[in-house]
């Protein structure tokens, strides 16, 4: 299954070398997880930040399956005051 990966801030660095944009398609078997995409893409397990889904947030640990044509962003988490 391929899934749409959008990188934001400090993720952009974890984006395969051909990617345009800060996008790319990232094909993983059927079944896979959020954390399984996660390790495909290198990001290590302490690169803390807020993922979405489809519009819909995550936590970053979500073993959620994940199903082809997901459209999967990841951003730096913002702290305010």
């Not at 984006?15 to 896979?32: F, Q, W, Y």
């Not at 889904?53 to 962003?73: N, Q, T």
């Amino acid at each position: 299954m391929q899934v749409e990966v959008k990188m934001f801030m400090k993720f952009r660095k974890y984006l395969p070398p051909d990617s345009k944009n800060d996008m790319a398609v990232i094909t993983l078997e059927e079944g896979a997880t959020l954390l399984d995409l996660r390790a495909a893409l290198g990001i290590p397990p302490d690169e803390h930040g807020g993922t979405v889904i489809d519009g819909v947030a995550y936590p970053e640990d979500s073993v959620h399956k994940l199903k082809d044509g997901d459209s999967v962003g990841f951003f730096a988490s913002v702290a305010g005051g």
